[in-house]
């Protein structure tokens, strides 16, 4: 017979409990010390670049930025200045629609991405800036509210740290020092 061992449901506020998350005591001196969370937020946002169009749309005729690409790209810099991101649906409407003779299922949805100091409890909103974004899904199968939500967060992403699309150019590749934007 085997024991089950369950691991300790982490406290608000208890920052060791996430691996990963660089607490207090652990560096003499962390780059995030003694900044409010929107001087963090601001913070990551000078130090972003643009985000690499490399997905391919369906017919190939235009490229996009992935929800997977743009997250990629802004964790690191919440993990360094010690940042929480939430995603919390607020609210979320889905209906039947019919396009070229074929059913499929519409999702509206706004979603706030809450970000927190993460040293800070997660109820204390005096140390949380929130965006709320909004996004629409359509999908022939149940797949209309992941589409929606994923969207809604990358477009989120995009807009609070201001990122712009990198586009494989040949003037970029041939002077990868050159500023995308003029």
Sequence with gaps: MTKKTSKPVPKPGDIKA???AIAPDEQETAIWEGLTIAERLLAIQ?????????????AGNYKFRSHGAVTAVVRPFLKKYNVYMQVTEVEADTEVVTLNSKTNLLTKVTVALSFWTAESPIADHEHCLQNLTHAVGLDSRDLGPGKAISYAVKMGLLKQFMLDRLDDTPDLEADPNQDPWG
């Design 46 to 58: 000078w130090e972003l670049d643009a985000v690499q169009a490399g997905g391919r749309s369906g």
């Design 18 to 20: 996430f691996p990963g």
